[in-house]
């Protein structure tokens, strides 16, 4: 069951990546929502299993969404990286131990967004800022619902231990 635990955040974040590609018929805003969801996946690894996610399959899920999107190649690698330093960041000053590190996730979404927006102008030109703005919003919401199905997937339940075998998983509040 080691290797089901080991798999489980890599195969998440693949599938995050694969429902962000999908051609749902949304606007733009709800595409670059679907987009940013990959960082939630980062954001909850990096939080709950601290060194169960590498910055290496965070920079590969980044480049196979960026070339499956048919987007600029290592826009969304570079956001990526910036979810998952942001999210290292917090860890490092443990703000998990503090009870708000759920409430940071705002905070990565912005620095995701910001860097998308300035990688976007150089790139592309600008979208509007209401796009940016509802894109984040809508993440942040979806955030809870991706936490929660997370936090099942993770449970020691799932993976053939019992509950006092449990020593894993910092939690978010």
Known sequence: MQIYRNLVPVLSLLV?????????????????????????????????????????SVFI????LDVLGGGYLGHWAIVYLVAFGASVLL????FIVLGI?????????????????????????????STFLSAGVMAIVC???IYGLLWVMDRPSLMGQKDSQWTGSRVLP
């Open 61 to 64: 899920s980044g480049l196979v």
């Open 16 to 56: 995050a990546v694969i429902l962000a590609v999908l051609p749902w018929g949304l606007s733009d805003a709800g595409r670059l929502a679907l987009a940013l969801l990959p960082g939630s996946i980062i954001f909850y690894w990096v939080m709950s299993s601290p060194g169960m996610l590498s910055v290496f």
């Open 143 to 145: 955030f809870p619902v």
């Open 91 to 94: 860890l490092r000053f443990d």
């Open 101 to 129: 590190g759920g409430f940071l996730y705002p905070g990565v979404v912005v620095a995701m967004l910001g860097v998308s927006y300035l990688l976007g102008s150089i790139m592309a030109g600008v979208l509007p800022a």
